[in-house]
């Protein structure tokens, strides 16, 4: 029999049953409390699959921005300790997100200040598409060792391990006999967790640094949209790079919408909105908001405005890629 770092190790039958009555299924990595703030009048959210580009039926907040045991850690003696973790920090930044659509400013109060930024910088981290970035070249790495170990029995003993294997209990011969899918494992939540909050670190201190502007818009029909990802960082120019900007970069900007009326957006520089740019804020946050997405966008309406080739536009369907021009017009 295979094992995995104790990964397939068995708990008692009393554990196994309280463990199941207590857990935790429904993760959410984009809040309800913040998916909410983005519903029509009968608390029910458009959205579109980005999977395929499919306009899908309207649904609560509850059935959106969520993931089988997510977070679950199945080493630990409560595995809901992320979920419950994030729990708290919602509930605390809720009231907090509360005043800042209603002031249309950020809070004055420390305490307030640093659950906001955690709430952002959290929100930036917890989402599947970090986890596929962290997966990646762990993967890689795994694949490396696995295909080295193949190809020299001499390494087996002493570098087994590093992905996931006990040497003593998996003979040589029947490691060789398995699929890669049976040796390289995938990232667990306990990888992802670890890894995620040291990217939070970086995120923070430069949040911490940088000039919040708090955009409002209550014109109809120029409202904000939410995704899978809203805490999304890009160019200030607007040119497209090869590479994404690093939290660090000063010609970056990031946005974060918090309600189908208000929105943050974090830079380095101060700049200030004049003539029409509350609407070329509202169609320029949504076309980063859609570009950052890999599951759906939502919003309390079927139509939208965002950026094309073609200047803003209305839309209704993703039939066009989104543009991203420059933070100030």
């Avoid at 193949?150 to 006999?177: C, Q, W």
Wanted: glycine residues 4%; charged residues 25%.
């Amino acid at each position: 029999m295979r094992h995995r770092n104790g990964r397939g190790q068995q708990a008692p039958d009393g554990q196994r049953v309280m463990a199941k009555q207590n857990r935790k299924w429904r993760h959410h990595f984009v809040p309800e409390m913040l998916l909410k703030r983005f519903t029509d009048e009968k608390g029910l959210l458009h959205y579109i699959d980005r999977v395929g580009n499919v306009r899908r039926p309207a649904n609560i907040p509850r059935n959106l921005g969520y993931h089988r045991d997510f977070y679950f850690l199945e080493d630990k003696e409560n595995g809901n300790v992320v979920e419950d973790a994030f729990a708290k920090l919602e509930a605390k930044a809720s009231p907090i997100i509360d005043k800042v659509i209603e002031t249309r400013s950020v809070p004055n109060d420390k305490d307030d200040w640093l659950t906001l930024m955690n709430c952002v910088a959290m929100q930036a981290v917890r989402v599947p598409s970090t986890k596929h970035v962290i997966a990646r070249p762990i993967h890689r790495e795994r694949e490396i060792i696995a295909d080295m170990i193949r190809h020299d029995p001499r390494l087996y003993k002493r570098n087994v391990h590093m992905i996931g294997i006990d040497s003593e209990t998996v003979p040589y011969d029947e490691f060789l006999a398995m699929t890669d899918e049976e040796v390289i494992a995938p990232l667990s939540n306990d990888e992802f967790f670890l890894y995620s909050m040291s990217m939070a670190k970086p995120v923070l201190e430069s949040i911490n640094q940088r000039l919040w502007t708090v955009v409002n818009s209550d014109k109809p029909g120029e409202h904000f949209v939410v995704s899978d990802d809203p805490v999304v960082l890009y160019w200030s120019d607007g040119i497209h790079r090869r590479l994404p900007p690093g939290y660090g970069h000063q010609n970056a900007d990031v946005t974060f919408p918090l309600s189908s009326e208000v929105a943050l957006i974090l830079t380095y520089p101060e700049f200030k909105i004049r003539g029409d740019g509350v609407r070329h804020q509202v169609a320029r946050t949504n076309s980063k908001t859609i570009s950052g997405s890999n599951q759906f966008v939502a919003a309390r309406d079927e139509s939208f405005i965002c950026y094309t080739r073609d200047g803003i536009v209305k839309l209704s369907a993703l039939t066009r890629p989104p543009a991203i021009p420059p933070l100030t017009i």
